[in-house]
T-cell receptor
Framework: GENVEQHPSTLSVQEGDSAVIKCTYS??????FPWYKQELGKRPQLIID?????GEKKDQRIAVTLNKTAKHFSLHITETQPEDSAVYFC???????????FGTGTRLQVFP | ETGVTQTPRHLVMGMTNKKSLKCEQH?????MYWYKQSAKKPLELMFV???????ENNSVPSRFSPECPNSSHLFLHLHTLQPEDSALYLC?????????????FGPGTRLTVT
């Protein structure tokens, strides 16, 4: 079955710096890759997603890139702010399933 | 109330008890999910329902029994649980399945098994 690995598990950056979180997946037929943000004590919320027919997608300060050949995708946050501090989860959907397989999460801390 | 709601928010139960978790979505979605979130395995999918039919069971022990009477309601019946089942149980819903739809999560039920 699909396996999603996520790195790093924790990431600390200074406010204004960039943050990059990387995920790899095992099922080459996976076709949907969302990223969820979970603030402390709150529910996970979708922040950006990408489909397998696209290599990059941007939404203001966040972007996601997908390398299908290498089977990895990354979340990029530029000009980080303290409110970006949260746990970020990547996920992948194996082809022709109803599953969403999550990575183990990255705790991002942005220091002012 | 809007979005996805879950009750109770906190639950403490003994290993011999029987309890149920409830989830309700007010978004008109057709798919609902149960996830287990613990320190060891964050966001572990348990069950998927699409139009009230179970489409995924992620090798969940039989002491967890889901029920989906309609597209708006989802239950998780618990019996003879183990201490390692203590975790945050999250419900989610989406417009469709196939993983290509945004999932909206509820606030979760914090379960402690003593």
């Amino acid at each position: 079955g699909e396996n999603v690995e996520q790195h790093p598990s924790t990431l600390s950056v200074q406010e204004g710096d960039s943050a990059v979180i990387k995920c790899t997946y095992s099922d080459s037929a996976s076709n949907y890759f969302p990223w969820y943000k979970q603030e402390l004590g709150k529910r996970p919320q979708l922040i950006i997603d990408i489909r397998s027919n696209v290599g990059e997608k941007k939404d203001q300060r966040i972007a996601v890139t997908l390398n299908k050949t290498a089977k990895h995708f990354s979340l990029h946050i530029t000009e980080t702010q303290p409110e970006d501090s949260a746990v970020y989860f990547c996920a992948a959907t194996p082809y022709n399933t109803d599953k969403l397989i999550f990575g183990t999460g990255t705790r991002l801390q942005v220091f002012p | 109330e809007t979005g996805v709601t879950q009750t109770p928010r906190h639950l403490v139960m003994g290993m011999t008890n029987k309890k149920s978790l409830k989830c309700e979505q007010h978004l008109g979605h057709n798919a609902m999910y149960w996830y287990k979130q613990s320190a060891k395995k964050p966001l572990e999918l348990m069950f998927v329902y699409n139009f009230k039919e179970q489409t995924e069971n992620n090798s969940v022990p039989s002491r967890f029994s889901p029920e989906c009477p309609n597209s708006s309601h989802l239950f998780l019946h618990l019996h003879t649980l183990q201490p390692e089942d203590s975790a945050l149980y999250l419900c989610a819903s989406s417009q469709g399945t196939g993983g290509n739809y945004e999932q909206y999560f509820g606030p979760g039920t914090r379960l402690t098994v003593t």
